[in-house]
């Protein structure tokens, strides 16, 4: 009790000798933003929890500065509360200098983060090397949801941006068989079924020449399809979502269109790289769509295109909510004979990559992707690569059916012209509960990413 009651008296005279001072506040400031400035420079990410402390100790020093000028004032001590403001404002230059250049080093400056330095490649055991990336062209007839939007994209387009919220197809099936719904867009290659933040999406994939690719965050646009202008498709921008949390991918800002099925509005246009955008997100039953468009037109014709396509493509399912019926809906050779595989391609990056897996767990349940340096066993970017490769895939009683799995990820361990050897493990996670399983794993020759 006695102590107690001393660390009391001693806070007591602390406190009282901060805020009765005209330097004492504006110097613990300074520190803590000398301090600040370092760990962020260091590019350290074991020091990241530490700068974001020291930032928010910032933030309550400068509460505290203005607080014992306020106290001096109140106290009449006019000096001290005069200089106490003058002070606050001396120290909120020297924060937005210091703000400004440590913005401008993090942008434009070094990187590196020196992870693999000193690694050598081993020369005893079998490295692949990831695979060039993929290079731009309009996907195969069977990437009919890119086709019928090429064709809306290439009509003239009016000034109405009326749209209707038609999913009954969607509906249907969320409402008398979600299990075979789900099992459908896990099966096709033309889906990506993924959780992102502790909710449940499937975002459309297209395909880019003869190969169905994920792009990041499932945006498309003109340069996937046609860099160099060849096909003279106009410039567009679209992304098309399927939720089911009973939210969308992206939450939405003042402009967007929210509907439910059945309605018929306007869709709220604003300006997105100098073309009309859209963001509109339709209710169905548990479920969430969502469609973003940029394009040339206020008429929302990719919008309208793929949910005129997303009812084609599930009525047959809705209709007849089988196995058969479902296999019969896939694209061709979605699925294929063979044996497990993976392979990593190079993205517009190093250190960004492709995944592309060809697997069949048996079951219903979630691949995902861990790496460890071969070296030194250390785990690669763990954080954040099961967060981006995880994907439901397609399944089958016949282990030799193969199924299709495809997503981009960062590894962020290492910089730009020091490769080194990385070993990647595909994981399962059954839906059904029990231990996750790894099904492959591979070593690959991979660079890490460096802003």
């Not at 530490?50 to 106290?71: D, E, H, Q, R, Y």
């Not at 079998?126 to 290439?154: N, T």
């Not at 839906?431 to 399983?437: F, K, L, P, Q, Y």
Request: with cysteine; charged share 20%.
């Amino acid at each position: 009790m006695v102590r107690c009651k001393e660390m009391m008296l001693r806070l007591e005279r602390l406190l009282s000798k901060y805020f009765n001072s005209w330097w004492v506040p504006s110097a613990a400031c300074l520190v803590l933003l000398a301090a600040f400035t370092l760990s962020t420079m260091l590019h350290r990410r074991w020091l990241t929890m530490v700068s974001n402390v020291l930032f928010g100790c910032l933030a309550v020093a400068f509460i505290g500065i203005l607080s014992a000028g306020m106290w001096n004032l109140f106290k009449k001590r006019w000096a001290n509360g005069v200089l106490n403001v003058v002070m606050l404002l001396l120290c909120g230059g020297v924060t937005f200098a210091a703000m400004s250049s440590l913005m401008f080093a993090l942008m434009f400056g070094p990187s590196e983060d020196g992870f693999a330095d000193h690694l050598i490649i081993p020369a005893n055991i079998e490295i692949a090397e990831p695979l060039d990336k993929l290079s731009a062209g309009p996907g195969k007839p069977q990437d009919l949801f890119q086709q019928a939007l090429l064709e809306a994209l290439v009509s003239p387009g009016d000034n109405d941006s009326t749209i209707t919220a038609s999913a009954a197809a969607l509906t249907t099936l969320e409402q008398n068989a979600p299990e075979v719904l789900r099992r459908y867009l896990a099966a096709s290659p033309s889906w990506r079924v993924f959780r992102e933040h502790g909710h449940m999406f499937a975002t459309r994939r297209w395909m880019m020449g003869s190969e169905w690719r994920y792009q990041l965050h499932g945006y498309y646009t003109k340069s996937e399809i046609d860099a160099w202008s060849k096909a003279k498709i106009p410039d567009f921008q679209f992304r098309f979502t399927i939720g089911f949390s009973d939210r969308p991918w992206w939450r939405g800002n003042d402009n967007t269109t929210r509907l439910k099925v059945g309605d018929t509005a306007r869709a709220s246009l604003a300006e997105g790289n100098r073309m009309y955008e859209s963001h509109c997100v339709i209710a169905a039953g548990a479920l969430v769509i969502e469609a973003f468009e940029q394009s040339g037109t206020m008429e929302r014709r990719l919008t309208k295109a793929a949910l005129a396509h997303l009812d084609r493509e599930l009525a047959p399912l809705a209709a007849q909510p089988t196995e058969e019926t479902i296999r019969a809906g896939l694209p061709p050779h979605s699925i294929r004979p063979g044996e497990l595989s993976f392979e990593l391609m190079n993205s517009f990056q190093p250190g960004i990559y492709d995944s592309i897996m060809r697997a069949n767990p048996g079951e219903p349940g979630m691949l995902y992707l861990k790496a460890v340096e071969v070296t030194t066993g250390t785990p690669l970017s763990v954080d954040r690569l099961k967060e981006k490769s995880n994907e439901w895939i397609g399944w089958s009683a016949n282990p030799a059916e193969l199924f299709f799995s495809n997503t981009n990820f960062t590894i962020y361990e290492g910089d730009w012209g020091k490769p080194y050897a990385a070993r990647f493990e595909v994981w399962f996670t059954p839906d059904a509960g029990g231990s996750d399983r790894k099904l492959m794993e591979k070593v690959f020759k991979i660079e890490g990413w460096q802003r």
